[in-house]
């Protein structure tokens, strides 16, 4: 399974953007897809997750972000609105057919990642 992540861009604080995730060598509706993100100097954290435990998100990013799945296209979207600079990381999609809802957060339980994509959010 590979994943390809892409989207993220130079936006204002306010604005809007859209990352996608498209997974080849598999079928995206049987996997969950993770949403992480490393900011410099932090450790990489989630930020949201689609699949059989339906959407979860990180509080901080309740209400503006929204995860969804399009099974036609194999491609897992992240729609950011109302971003901040807080916002501002590297953004990776990760894929797993194993987890259980106790470990959606955690990095271990995700075994396919892709390559990243950049996110800057200016004040």
């Known amino acids: ?3 390809q992540a892409s ?7 306010g604005t809007s953007l859209r990352l996608s995730c498209v997974v080849s060598g598999g079928t ?4 969950t897809i993770g949403w992480f993100r490393q900011a410099p100097g932090k450790e990489r954290e989630f ?3 689609v ?3 339906g959407t979860n998100y990180k509080d901080s990013v309740k209400g503006r972000f929204s ?11 992240l729609q950011m609105n109302s971003l901040k600079p807080e916002d501002t990381a590297v953004y990776y999609c990760a894929a797993s057919q194993r987890l259980i809802y106790s470990t959606l957060a955690d990095l271990s339980a995700y075994d396919y990642w892709g390559q990243g994509t950049q ?5």
């Open 67 to 77: 995860i969804s799945r399009d099974n036609a296209e194999n491609t897992v979207h």
């Open 47 to 49: 930020v949201a997750s």
């Open 7 to 13: 989207g993220g861009g130079l936006a204002q604080a």
């Open 1 to 3: 399974v590979q994943l």
């Open 51 to 53: 699949g059989r435990h």
């Open 119 to 123: 996110v800057t959010v200016s004040s």
């Open 28 to 31: 995206v509706r049987t996997y």
